[in-house]
């Protein structure tokens, strides 16, 4: 069953990647923030039902440490859900780079970035490493409170998948501009490592960040639940 769930995380990882990176990396010109958001949250909302059933599609790291918190996994599982995410998200990365360089003048990651998450000179508005932590950690609890809350007993767990989804929409209409918006350390680590350089050298802060918010965002599912039981986002 781990096999299966391992797939699952890697599969829907992949398509959240290929997705939304692909989409600000090959159409972003044409569809702005507003496209790449939403081909962010409609990746994870396909994928939650695509893969759900199986693994609860978290396919990021900071909601697989959110659902352990609550204690739907064992440590175990943890290490090899975060694994097949951040292979996932390599993958993706890579398929979108290929793409990319068929392009006409081709296409060089070290130099226009691959999508990859940054602050200061590398932020799309130049916003501080402060204000970038600041919103990676706030966003991400928000997506961590939505999706143990969504996947509680108590909610409606069959629409799950939708909410989630317009969640991380919503997101990254924030936080484009910001940080290119992460809340998803395997979603930075993909592109990071084609781009190298500064892309590679900040990542710590898509890393510690989205994981501090995932805890926030499990306190805040406490105090407004009480704890619970996980249903899989696609069930």
């Known amino acids: 069953m781990l096999g299966r769930k391992f ?6 990882t992949f398509v959240l990647v290929l997705g939304g990176v692909g989409t600000a990396v090959l ?14 949250g409609l990746s994870l909302l396909v994928m939650a039902y695509a893969v759900g059933p199986v693994s609860g599609c978290h396919i990021n790291p ?15 599982e943890v290490f090899a859900y975060w694994i097949a995410q951040i292979l996932g ?21 070290s130099s226009a970035g691959l999508a ?23 966003l991400t609890a928000l997506l961590v409170f939505v999706v143990l809350a969504a996947t509680d007993r108590i909610a409606e767990t069959a629409f799950a998948g939708i909410p989630i989804g317009f969640t991380l929409v919503l997101i990254h209409l924030i936080s484009i501009p910001v940080t290119n918006t992460s809340v998803n350390p395997a979603r930075s680590i993909g592109p990071a490592i084609f781009a190298g350089g500064d892309a590679l050298s900040q990542l710590w802060l898509f890393i510690v960040a989205p994981l501090a918010g995932s805890v926030v965002g499990w ?3 406490k105090v407004a639940f009480g704890g619970g039981a996980q249903v899989d986002a696609g069930e």
């Open 116 to 138: 990859a998450n940054g602050f200061g000179e590398h932020s799309p508005l130049g916003f501080s490493a402060g204000a970038g932590f600041a919103i990676e950690l706030t």
């Open 62 to 76: 900071a909601v697989t440490l959110g659902v352990f918190l609550r204690g739907g996994l064992a440590l175990g």
């Open 89 to 109: 998200g390599i993958a993706g990365a890579g398929v979108v780079l290929a793409i990319a360089k068929g392009g006409k003048g081709g296409y060089d990651a």
């Open 7 to 12: 797939a699952s995380e890697l599969i829907g």
């Open 219 to 221: 306190i805040f599912y």
């Open 27 to 40: 159409a972003g010109e044409g569809v702005g923030t507003l496209g790449i958001a939403f081909a962010f």
